[in-house]
């Protein structure tokens, strides 16, 4: 297995961070859906559902980073640049909340963080330990307690608490990273599972004081339940997206000791939306979703597989119209979910690796119409 120079990994990474600006969809997108107004559609539910978002994403490009990393795949610079484009979508959010100067820093801050993530990750597969180690010094002796002060002057919440907030996260991320390389799959997806959601108790509390402290700016109440159930929804489906990409990237590649973990972890997943669907929707239409996407679960991944059946077509046409019927969301937003997740699929098998990246992020993306329009629709009849 060959791995690059961390420092040329490092490079990589400042020169996609010199970009201003996502060009994703997922980079702009805070306007309320056409049918839900509101409660749930507020500056400041868009504020922390936008943030719940970005610091789930990027322990989700760490985790894909380093498995590139770990496998030796050509995979792995499209997911170090989108590390950093993901770090620019924060500076834009920060920015329209504390102004350019604060969240320059925020930036610098943010970035150096995802310079000691790649570090240690390079460090742990290339067995340099000396490296994985100064880079876990750093992200905890030096990032943890700089940016616990630069959070608590930005919203003048305690530093320690903040710094205790971060360093439980990086301390779960530096987990996932440890699994990804010693490829002991069901952990890695259970520490997945588990540092994901501990961003949103981060993106929570950043949002909600923000709010507190420029009301002008952030009208709306994002304590609220319905807000609550926008996050959720929001967050669930992207876990789902890149957990889905994770999956069909496993079948595409053969790894079967992989597989089976992923699969499972796609299967809670999927659990735990039927949750959110079920409060929204209803519990017998909530539950036939939960079943429909169980069912879409099935159908990629056999997509996926090289003795697989299922065409783009079938596909398509077995989940879209009844999920878009069901869950009250316009059939055009299910036909482009899907179609952008068949995209990656299609690039993971002729190893397009130019793309894929930036396509798995589109994917992504492409679920918040849908989560926003089931907040809507049940927002709605409630």
């Known amino acids: ?25 997922s ?9 839900g107004s509101g409660l ?70 943010w970035s150096e963080q995802n310079r000691d993530l790649i570090e240690y990750a390079v460090g742990l597969v290339t067995h340099k330990q000396s490296q994985a180690d ?44 440890a699994d990804a390389v010693a490829q002991t799959f069901p952990q890695m997806y259970t520490d997945l599972h588990s540092a994901y959601a501990q961003t949103s108790k981060l993106g929570d509390q ?23 159930l926008r996050a959720s929804v929001n967050t669930l489906l992207q876990e789902h997206a890149y957990i889905t990409t994770m999956a069909t990237d496993s079948v595409v590649r053969g790894r079967t000791s992989e597989t089976p973990a992923v699969a499972a972890a796609l299967a809670g997943s999927t659990t735990s939306l039927g949750t959110d669907f079920a409060e929204l929707l209803g519990s017998a239409t909530g539950k036939r979703v939960e079943q429909l996407w169980s069912l879409r679960d099935s159908k990629v991944l056999d997509y996926a597989g090289a003795a697989g059946t299922t065409t783009k ?26 179609s952008a ?27 918040e119409p849908i989560a926003d329009a089931i907040v809507a629709a049940g927002s709605a009849q409630g």
């Open 134 to 177: 100064s880079a876990a010094a750093d992200l905890n002796g030096v990032f943890v307690p700089a940016f616990g002060r630069l959070i608590s002057s930005l919203t003048q919440l305690p530093a320690d608490q903040m710094s205790h907030m971060i360093a439980l996260q990086l301390t779960a991320i530096e987990a996932v990273i």
């Open 1 to 25: 297995m060959r791995v690059k120079a961390a420092a040329a990994f490092a490079a990589l990474l400042l020169v996609a961070c010199s970009g201003s600006g996502s060009t994703t969809a």
């Open 206 to 228: 950043l949002a909600g004081r923000i709010v507190q402290l420029f009301p002008d700016k952030f009208p709306g109440d994002p304590s609220l339940h319905v807000v609550d």
């Open 341 to 367: 997740t068949i995209t990656v699929i299609d690039e993971q098998k002729s190893k397009t690796f130019a793309s894929l990246a930036a396509d798995d992020r589109a994917a992504a993306a492409a679920m």
């Open 313 to 338: 077509e079938s596909l398509v046409q077995s989940f879209a119209p009844q999920f878009a019927s069901l869950a009250r969301v316009a059939q055009t937003s299910a036909v482009d979910e899907l």
């Open 40 to 109: 749930a559609f507020t500056k400041a539910s868009d504020l922390r559902t936008r943030l719940d978002l970005l610091f789930g994403e990027q322990v989700l490009m760490v985790a894909k980073e380093t498995a590139a990393a770990a496998y030796g795949t050509d995979e792995y610079p499209g997911y170090v640049a989108l590390l950093a484009t993901n770090a620019n979508d924060l500076e834009d959010v920060m920015r329209s909340a504390v102004g350019n100067t604060a969240a320059g820093e925020f930036a610098q801050a």
């Open 27 to 35: 980079s702009s997108r805070t306007s309320s859906p056409s049918t």
